[in-house]
């Protein structure tokens, strides 16, 4: 769906109300510290780091593509590291999945960009060209442009280009580009990204290396999803040699990647549901799953005490995810 | 010749002829090195058993980890061509080294080394570069730099992807550090790799491998292709659940060793654990 402009004029005073809770994430965070590195993957592709889901930008020619927005007291910076790059205007930006950490930027960082347009439509509506496309699975929207709700934001950080079917694909910058959606995995609006020139996935939170896999089952997650997104990924990437190169993964968070860290990830995560689903099996109630430890192996690497996913909270999610026969 | 600076000259002559303001390498590693298997052969090419952590100073989340592993993993056709990782590679065939140095300057760039075996190759700079961020890469050979330390090689390896201390499911993660020493005697060359892992190591562990300079040595090309060889269901990872691993119980009762001391730990590195070991009981032997 293409949402048009004038829509906006019609949401702004729900918006208004509702960025209090999109911002939520964000608080207790000092931003005028972060600085945004930007880390050339290869082709066309950049990865930026800062604070939130990495960047994935991809320029060129016809001008900026971007995949997730970080924070919105970031988006100068974000522009400013951009601009080491490009000064090419931003035309597209994906937002993998609703989560703020991803989408927080979108209103300011679509400003700073311009929709592609030409003959009768910018002839005749002459705010079409404002602000970069914002490309995401039909969910997001849903979510974002609610009455009220936790996602509920202000209508000019809307997604304007939806998809329902299982994917979507853009040709930018002499590169085919396709935007894949993953069902019922981290959220139930997830999408992937596929540079297929420059041969570069960006996962968003279906991939990190920072955390455990994190399954929203509030907004339709489910480990047995996530898992297939995983498998997804692997099935897409083409390894150089065993498990390295060729195929560059750009994870929502934590360092940049390939198929071997993919493989690692997914194996983590399947063992770990095999266990747990093994306990669910055997009738064991939550508490008991937790004191089993099904996770001691792994927690030095994904574990947490603190903060917002703990380790409890992701068995909890699977758990839940598993009894509940969420497939 | 007029204009020659004749006290500039003389110091160029007493650089070049003595090397003393240049931190130059005391030894040259370059060459071709055969492998001597006589430390470790067990371990090295038949591989370590099932269950085996006698002297790895792993903690209980690396023992949980070796526990659940499945050989089987290995029959996955993503996982038959993967690479032994740098602090693993020394346990496997012959090496070549090679300087790589500036034409103008002379000066050492870096030292690249290939492994026979999985035709592996890392870089090891010299030119005092800088280790890239954390959010670079990881690979299986890391980002390594290296210093003379006398006459002894001493290099940093980090960006390590995840890797193992043993082919047993003994894991040693991304956070990994390696340092490694390359000390040449004569013709012989006894590589050391300390790995320090504060994801699962307690301690850091130590391990040496020794080769034997070898010029007219050949090396083969290490072709890998991957193919099914179990038919499986799509994204099944072979594993153990946690205590229906049966293998475990194999090593120390082949042995007699306590299955205490089999699952490892620093405390069994030590000599004083040999004291230890003599007060705990034996494993019953394997039913035939």
Sequence with gaps: MRLRPFAR?????????????????????????????????????????????????????????????????????????????????????????????????????????????????????????EGAQIIAHQNILNRMSAAKGPDTAPSAAWPTDTYLTDEKDVFFNNEGIRVIHIPAAHTDGDSIVFFR???????????TTTNYPVIDLDRGGSIQGFIAGLQKIVDMIIPVYGQEGGTMVVPGHGRLCDLGDVLEYREMAVIIRDRIQDMVGRGLTLEQVKAAKPTVDYDPLYGSTTGFWTTDKFVEAVYKSLKDGKK | MKNLNWTAFAAVVLITTTGIPFARAQVNLAGTYAMTLDEDFPERLPGPEIGDYLGIPLNAAARAHAEAWDASLLTLPEYQCRVHPIDYVPSFFNIRLWEERDKDSQQLIAYHEHHEAWGTERTIWMDGRPHPPDYALHTSQGFSTGKWDGEILTVTTTHLKQGWIRRNGIPRSDRAIVYENYIKH??????????????????????????VESPGLQMGAYPCESVVEVVMPKG???????????????????????????????????????QKLKTLPKPPPLKK
């Excluded at chain 1, 020139?197 to 991939?207: C, E, N, P, Y």
């Design chain 2, 236 to 274: 099944k990872i072979p594993h153990h659940l946690p205590g229906a691993n049966t293998f475990l119980a194999e090593f120390p009762a082949r042995y007699g060793i306590p299955t205490e001391a089999a699952m490892g730990g620093a405390e069994t590195m030590y000599p004083e654990y040999q």
């Design chain 1, 9 to 129: 004029h019609f949401t702004l005073l729900l918006s208004m109300t509702a960025l209090a809770g999109l911002v939520h994430a964000q608080q207790n965070q000092d931003f005028s510290k972060v600085q945004i590195h930007v880390l050339p993957v290869q082709g066309n592709v950049y990865m930026l780091v800062g604070a939130g889901g990495n960047i994935t930008v991809q320029a060129g020619k016809d001008g900026v593509f971007l995949v997730d927005t970080m924070y919105a007291p970031l988006a100068d910076k974000i522009v400013a590291a951009i601009r080491t790059i490009s000064k090419a205007p931003i035309r597209y930006i994906v937002d993998t999945h609703v989560h703020a950490d991803h989408t927080n930027g979108n209103e300011l960082l679509r400003k700073a960009g311009s929709t592609i347009t030409g003959g009768n439509v910018s002839a005749d509506i002459k705010d079409s060209a």
């Design chain 1, 197 to 207: 020139r420059s041969d570069v996935i960006s996962t968003g939170d279906l991939f």
């Design chain 2, 186 to 211: 004569g013709e012989h060359l006894t590589w050391t790799t300390v790995i320090h892992d504060p994801a699962y190591l307690t301690e850091p562990f130590i391990r040496t491998r020794d080769f």
